[in-house]
């Protein structure tokens, strides 16, 4: 099972380029996963804009979930996932082709507006693993129920929290 860090007129999206450079290959066994669909395409050159801008040291693989159109970036690994059946079912198929057991998942219309601090995504990717968290929420809202004592950043949701089954669930920067 994967585990999830949770915490956009001749459109040049139509190419069908599905390349990962190897110098992207995870060495922290994480890859970083956009949730998008083609209805969505014109979101994705802004969402990459910013991404790359806001993230350019970003160590890990690079996974945009489509239904049938590429991205044409060789640091973007377009998985086209076919016809849309509905969101659960496209996910989990696209999980399936990341071979990281650790996937950042990003929506396409969540853009990044400051720059990614690598090193600390890293350090709670490394708290994730040694308290064996299923998920890291990257965001704030809402926050955790209860802070760990040993981490003023981590806090933990509960299951039985209303805010627990979402994609971004179990753990929540404090």
Known sequence: M???LAAEANSPLRSTQDYQPAEKRSNDD???AISSCDKYLDLWIPFFTL???YWPDCPYPVNLITNFEAYPDARVRSLRMGKDKNWSFIFAGAL???REPLVLVMMEDYLLDRPVDTQRIRRLVDYMRSKGAACIRLLRVPGPDLLCADNAQVGEIRKASSTACRCRLRYGIG
Request: proline content about 0%.
């Open 2 to 4: 994967k585990r999830a």
């Open 96 to 98: 399936r082709q990341i």
């Open 30 to 32: 994480v890859a970083v």
């Open 51 to 53: 991404f790359f801008l």
